[in-house]
């Protein structure tokens, strides 16, 4: 209740500053495949501030990734949910989008392909080890105190031909493979 609470006042302190319903832009693009990257030299994304690109090759999937998951947010793109750690810090990112729009295909996925997370401070490559769907209140579906480098991506689940919001939700784990 309290991680709530505070990405509630975060979320409502911070959109205030970028504004209301603007989506920033700060993504400039890296070639930082591999190395160390130290944590001052980044600048982290502000709420709503689009920070970086995701692409899924074999889906044709390219998009942009913004932080914070609010409805809004939701209707622009790819985005990381602000109690998940960032990528390339060593735990679990957690990215959702829509499967109306932007992640309609993600149920063609397979084991062993390939998301590419591209952000201002470097590249970073999941290769996809499983796939689930669970309830929207599983609190087993993910886990984003995990102590190793990981993916997670979900949408609604499109069981039955359905789009929109469902009490299901697919996800998609992928394991770190290289990056900063």
Same mark, same amino acid.
């Given at each position: 209740?309290?991680?709530?609470?505070?990405?509630?006042?975060?979320? &409502?302190?911070?959109? &205030?500053?970028?504004?209301?319903?603007?989506? $920033?832009?700060?993504?400039?693009?890296?070639?930082?495949?591999?190395?160390?990257?130290?944590?001052?030299?980044?600048?982290?994304?502000?709420?709503?501030?689009?920070?970086? $690109?995701?692409?899924?090759?074999?889906?044709?999937?390219?998009?942009?990734?913004? /932080?914070?998951?609010?409805?809004?947010?939701?209707? $622009?793109?790819?985005?990381?949910?602000?109690?998940?750690? /960032?990528?390339?810090?060593?735990?679990?990112?957690?990215?959702?989008?829509?499967?109306?729009?932007?992640?309609?295909?993600?149920?063609?996925?397979?084991?062993?392909?390939?998301?590419?997370?591209?952000?201002?401070?470097?590249?970073?490559?999941?290769?996809?080890?499983?796939?689930?769907?669970?309830?929207?209140?599983?609190?087993? &579906?993910?886990?984003?105190?995990?102590? $190793?480098?990981?993916?997670?991506?979900?949408?609604?689940?499109?069981?039955?031909?359905?789009?929109?919001?469902? &009490?299901?939700? /697919?996800?998609?784990?992928?394991?770190?493979?290289?990056?900063?």
């Amino acid at each position: 209740i309290i991680d709530i609470g505070i990405s509630v006042f975060n979320m &409502a302190t911070l959109s &205030a500053e970028a504004g209301t319903n603007e989506i $920033r832009d700060t993504f400039k693009g890296s070639s930082v495949f591999s190395g160390v990257v130290n944590a001052k030299d980044i600048t982290f994304p502000k709420y709503s501030e689009s920070f970086g $690109r995701v692409e899924i090759e074999t889906l044709g999937i390219s998009l942009p990734l913004i /932080f914070g998951d609010s409805n809004y947010q939701l209707s $622009r793109g790819l985005c990381q949910y602000m109690g998940s750690s /960032f990528p390339g810090t060593g735990s679990t990112v957690l990215i959702g989008g829509h499967n109306s729009s932007f992640l309609y295909n993600l149920k063609n996925i397979k084991v062993g392909d390939s998301v590419k997370i591209t952000t201002n401070y470097g590249v970073f490559v999941y290769k996809v080890s499983g796939t689930a769907v669970k309830n929207n209140n599983d609190k087993t &579906a993910y886990e984003l105190g995990e102590k $190793r480098e990981n993916l997670v991506l979900y949408t609604c689940y499109y069981g039955g031909g359905s789009l929109g919001v469902s &009490a299901k939700r /697919f996800f998609v784990y992928a394991d770190f493979l290289s990056g900063p």
